[in-house]
C-alpha cells in the first residue's frame, strides 16, 4: 500500500479514535451527574426530566458510538476494498474519453452508492429511539419520500453543478480552481435565496404567522429593533419531530424568520419574543454576511487544496484510480477532506458561540431584561431533554452554541 494511503488509515483511525474518547468522556460526564446534577443545572431543570434528559443523552451516544464504527468501516471499505475504481471505469465507458457528463455521473453514482449503507441506522434513530423519547412525529412514508425527494434534489442541483466544474476543468487550464471557487459560491448565495421559497416547500409546510397577540408583538419588535423581515413564518416541523427550533434565513430583502410550530406551542407570547429577538440580535449584529465571509475563505481554501492535489499523481494512484482524472480526485477530496477539518471545528464552534453571546445580549436589550429570554432558554431545554453537563471537551467540538447554564450566566450577569 503506498505511503499516502498509509498516513489517510493513520487519519481515519486518529478520527474514530478521537471520536469515540469524546463520546465517552460525554457519557461518563452525565453518569457523573445523572444521581446529583449540578446546582446551577437543578435550578432550571427538574429531577426528572433531568433524569430522563440523561437517559436519552446516554443511549443517543451508544448509539452514536456504533454508527461511527460503522460508518469508518465503510470508509475504510470504499477507499482501500477496491470499490470504486471499477465503478468508476464501468460509468466513464458510457462515454467518450474525458466526457465532463460521465466524470460528473459517476461522481453522482459513488454519492448515492455511499449514502445507502447509512440508512438501516437513520432509520432506526428516528423510528426507534426518538420515538422512544416521544420526539418522532414522522411516518415510514414520510421518511421515505424525504430520501427520494432528497436524492431528486442532489441529482437535479449536484449532477449540473459537478459537470460544470469539470468543464471548467477542461476549459480554463491551471486556474481552473478559482473559476470553480466563483461558482460554488454563487450557487450558495443564490441557495440562499432560493431554499426558503423553492426548496424547503418541498418537505415542509410554511404559513404566514395568523393575526393575533404573537403576532402583534412580533411585528412591533421588529419596528422597535430596525428590523423588517419579509415575512414571519411558521413551519409544520411537528409533522417530524417534537423538537423545537426558530432560525433565520436569507439576506436582503428576501430575508425572513422561521418559527417551528412546536416552538410557538411550548413558549409564550413574551418567550417567543424574545426568541424572535435573539434571531434578529444575529441579523443586527452582522453575523451573516460575517458567516458567509468565513464560509468563502474556506471555500476557497479548499478549491486550492483540490486543485494541489488533483495534480499529484501518487493521489489518484494511492487508491486505484488513474493519475490526472479529474473526477476521482474531487470525490476523493470530498471523503478525505473531513478527516482534516474535523479537527479545527473547536475554532468554529468557538466563534459561533461568541455570535450566540452577543445575540442573547441584543435579545435581553429588546426585552428590557433577562428573564424572558431565561425563560424560554430553559423550556427549550426541557422540551428537547438537552444535555446540561455535556464534557467540556465534547463541548468545544460538537456544540456551536453554549450551554443552557454558560448562556444564562451570560445573560444574569449583564442584566
Known amino acids: 500500500m503506498p505511503l499516502v494511503a498509509w498516513v489517510v488509515a493513520g487519519l481515519i483511525v486518529l478520527r474514530l479514535v478521537a471520536d469515540l474518547i469524546l463520546m465517552s468522556l460525554n457519557a461518563a460526564e452525565v453518569r457523573r451527574h445523572a444521581g446529583r446534577p449540578p446546582e446551577a443545572v437543578a435550578a432550571v431543570m427538574d429531577a426528572e426530566t433531568y433524569a430522563k434528559s440523561s437517559i436519552y443523552t446516554l443511549e443517543k451516544s451508544r448509539f452514536g458510538m456504533l454508527t461511527e464504527v460503522f ?93 460544470a466544474l469539470l468543464t471548467l476543468v477542461r476549459w480554463m487550464g491551471g486556474a481552473w480552481w478559482l473559476w470553480g471557487f466563483a461558482l460554488v459560491l454563487g450557487v450558495q448565495l443564490l441557495m440562499l435565496v432560493l431554499y426558503p421559497k423553492l426548496i424547503l416547500p418541498l418537505f415542509n409546510k410554511l404559513t404566514p404567522l395568523p393575526p393575533g397577540e ?19 413564518e411558521v413551519i409544520d416541523g411537528s409533522k417530524r419531530s417534537g423538537h423545537s427550533n426558530a432560525y433565520f434565513t436569507g439576506f436582503g430583502r428576501f430575508r425572513r424568520i422561521v418559527l417551528f410550530d412546536t416552538l410557538v406551542a411550548q413558549l409564550t407570547p413574551e418567550e417567543l419574543e424574545a426568541v424572535l429577538a435573539h434571531e434578529i ?22 478549491f486550492g487544496v483540490l486543485a494541489w492535489l488533483a495534480g499529484q499523481p501518487w493521489f489518484n494512484q494511492a487508491f486505484g484510480f488513474p493519475a490526472g482524472e479529474i473526477a476521482p480526485s474531487f470525490l476523493l477530496f470530498a471523503l478525505l477532506s473531513g478527516l482534516v477539518t474535523f479537527w479545527f471545528t473547536p475554532v468554529a464552534n468557538l466563534l459561533m458561540r461568541k455570535y450566540e453571546y452577543q445575540a442573547d445580549a441584543f435579545a435581553r436589550e429588546a426585552m428590557g431584561g433577562a428573564n424572558p429570554m431565561v425563560s424560554a432558554l430553559r423550556k427549550l431545554a426541557q422540551k428537547n431533554l438537552t444535555n446540561l453537563t455535556p464534557h467540556p471537551l465534547f463541548s468545544a ?19
Request: hydrophobic share 50%; glycine share 10%.
Open 71 to 163: 460508518d469508518t468501516l465503510v470508509l475504510a471499505l470504499v477507499l482501500f476494498g477496491g470499490v470504486l475504481p471499477p465503478l468508476y471505469h464501468l460509468v466513464i465507458g458510457l462515454g467518450a474519453p474525458g466526457a465532463a457528463w460521465a466524470q460528473a455521473l459517476f461522481i453522482l453514482c459513488a454519492g448515492i452508492l455511499l449514502s445507502i449503507p447509512s440508512l438501516p441506522f437513520e432509520w432506526w434513530d428516528q423510528f426507534r429511539l426518538e420515538q422512544k423519547f416521544g420526539f418522532n412525529k414522522s411516518t415510514p412514508g414520510l421518511w421515505v419520500a424525504d430520501k427520494i425527494k432528497g436524492g431528486l434534489l442532489a441529482c437535479v442541483i449536484g449532477f449540473p453543478l459537478v459537470w
Open 397 to 415: 467540538f460538537f456544540y456551536s452554541h453554549p450551554t443552557l447554564v454558560e448562556r444564562e450566566r451570560a445573560l444574569r450577569s449583564a442584566a
Open 214 to 232: 404573537l403576532r402583534d408583538r412580533l411585528l412591533v419588535l421588529g419596528e422597535r429593533t430596525g428590523f423588517r423581515a419579509k415575512t414571519i
Open 281 to 302: 440580535g444575529h441579523y443586527r449584529r452582522g453575523h451573516v454576511p460575517k458567516m458567509i465571509a468565513m464560509s468563502a475563505v474556506s471555500l476557497f481554501v479548499g
